[in-house]
C-alpha cells in the first residue's frame, strides 16, 4: 500500500523534481567503452597507457554527455591514435575493473588515418591472439572468449 502511494505522489511531480529525486538517491557511476580492435589479419589491437596499469590494453575511454555509445569509442580510438574505426556489435558488458563503472566491450575493425600516438599512449600494436604480451588480467579473458567473434565480423565487413 506504501508503495502506491508514493507512486501516486512521484508520478504527479514535474520530471524536473522526479529526477532530481533520483539524482540524489541513486548511485552515480561512470560508463566506459572500450573495443577489442581487430585488424585484417585477425590480430588483437592493444595499447601500453602511461596512466594507470602497466599491462597492455584495450583502447578506449569515457562517454561524455548525450554522446552516442559507439560514437565515443570512435572518438576514443581517434584521439588516443588518429586512426578511424568501424565500430562493431557489443561483445559484452561488465562492471568494470577497479572502479565503480559499467564498461562495454565493442568489436572495432581499423579503417584508416594516419596513426599519431597521443601523450596518453606508450604504443599501439596488433598481436595474434595466441601469443599474447601481458595483458591486464580481465581484458585477457575478454580476448579468450571473443577475439574469434570480433575477427569474424572484422572480416565479413571487408567483403563487398
Do not use: C
Amino acid at each position: 500500500m506504501l508503495f502506491r502511494l508514493l507512486a501516486v505522489f512521484y508520478n504527479a511531480l514535474p520530471v524536473r523534481w522526479q529526477r532530481r529525486i533520483l539524482n540524489r538517491t541513486q548511485s552515480r557511476f561512470l560508463v566506459g567503452v572500450v573495443g577489442l580492435g581487430v585488424d585484417p589479419r585477425g590480430h588483437v589491437i592493444l595499447a601500453r597507457h602511461r596512466f594507470g596499469a602497466p599491462e597492455w590494453r584495450f583502447l578506449g575511454g569515457f562517454l561524455s554527455p548525450r554522446e552516442r555509445l559507439e560514437d565515443a569509442l570512435a572518438r576514443e580510438v581517434r584521439e588516443e591514435t588518429g586512426i578511424e574505426i568501424e565500430v562493431g556489435p557489443i561483445l559484452e558488458a561488465n562492471q568494470g575493473y577497479r572502479w565503480q563503472r559499467i564498461e562495454l566491450v565493442y568489436a572495432y575493425r581499423p579503417l584508416g588515418g594516419t596513426e599519431r600516438l597521443s601523450e596518453e599512449l606508450v604504443e599501439v600494436r596488433a598481436f595474434d591472439p595466441a601469443d599474447l604480451p601481458d595483458v591486464r588480467a580481465d581484458q585477457r579473458g575478454i580476448i579468450e572468449r571473443r577475439a574469434r567473434e570480433a575477427a569474424v565480423w572484422a572480416s565479413r565487413q571487408q567483403k563487398p
